[in-house]
Nanobody, 115 residues
């Protein structure tokens, strides 16, 4: 079973950048289509971005398109989310999981955008 650990969150000002990482245990990470999700206070968890198992295909929520970039390094069992031009509405706990989220959720990483 793949276990997921998210990191890289923090407090940044609007317009700033962050890079999140999702590190997976297990040797099957490279076979999964993966995704980032986020959950803001009082809201349901929502899809942010996805990447195919080999990195050849990506997909983004409209709200982050053009600002966020998803990538992965299967040799390192790690997926990334580069977030630029961050806005207060990006404030949330960010999680990674399979594109269809059937893996156990990690603890997430808090991203707070505030001046």
């Amino acid at each position: 079973q793949v276990q997921l650990v998210e990191s890289g969150g923090g407090l940044v000002q609007p317009g700033g950048s962050l890079r999140l990482s999702c590190t997976a245990s297990g040797r099957t990470f490279s076979s999964y289509n993966m995704a980032w999700f986020r959950q803001a206070p009082g809201k349901e968890r929502e899809f942010v971005a996805a990447i195919s198992w080999n990195g050849g295909s990506t997909d983004y929520a409209d709200s982050v398109k053009g600002r966020f970039t998803i990538s992965r390094d299967n040799n390192k069992n790690t997926m990334y989310l580069q977030m630029n031009n961050l806005k207060p509405e990006d404030t949330a706990v960010y999680y990674c999981n399979g594109r269809t989220p059937r893996l156990a959720w990690g603890q997430g990483t808090q991203v707070t955008i505030s001046s």
